[in-house]
């Protein structure tokens, strides 16, 4: 009677996930739409989207995605295929590969940074899961 429709990853860009503060995750996330961290996640992280770590938010693990706006705290390997935004309360440890880079004044970046080109991207396939090009 009601036939659902199955969407595709382009339909969910633009619609936010998100895990408030006072939440803390351990396991992998992944998402094809945008998310939103002011919580604590121990673990991997992947999206089509951009991810939005708040001030109070704070990830352990690795991450794979589009694009990044980082207020809070990152420890472990971050790749971001577009461009990071690293805010002045960010506080980054690890490992970082991105296709664009801001940093604001104040930020604590203490990482190893490579700068990505078309021969070293990753492509997201359907499945949320990266792979070298």
């Not at 429709?5 to 998100?18: A, D």
């Not at 945008?34 to 991810?51: M, V, Y």
């Not at 309360?89 to 700068?115: Q, W, Y």
Request: hydrophobic share 40%; with cysteine.
């Amino acid at each position: 009677m009601f036939d659902k429709v199955k969407k595709n990853g382009t339909e969910l860009l633009g619609k936010t996930n998100r895990i408030v503060e006072g939440t803390s995750i351990v396991g992998d996330i992944v998402s094809k739409a945008d998310f939103r961290l002011d919580g604590e996640l121990i673990g991997n992280f992947t999206s089509q989207g951009k991810l939005v770590i708040g001030a109070s938010g704070i990830i352990k693990g690795e991450i794979i995605c589009h694009n990044a706006d980082i207020e809070g705290e990152f420890q472990g390997k971050l790749k971001v295929l577009e461009v990071l935004n690293i805010k002045a309360t960010a506080r980054i440890h690890g490992d970082v590969a991105v296709g664009k880079l801001s940093i604001e004044p104040g930020a604590d970046f203490t990482a190893t940074c490579t700068m990505l080109t078309n021969s070293n991207q990753v492509i997201m396939l359907e499945d949320g899961k990266g792979t070298e090009k």
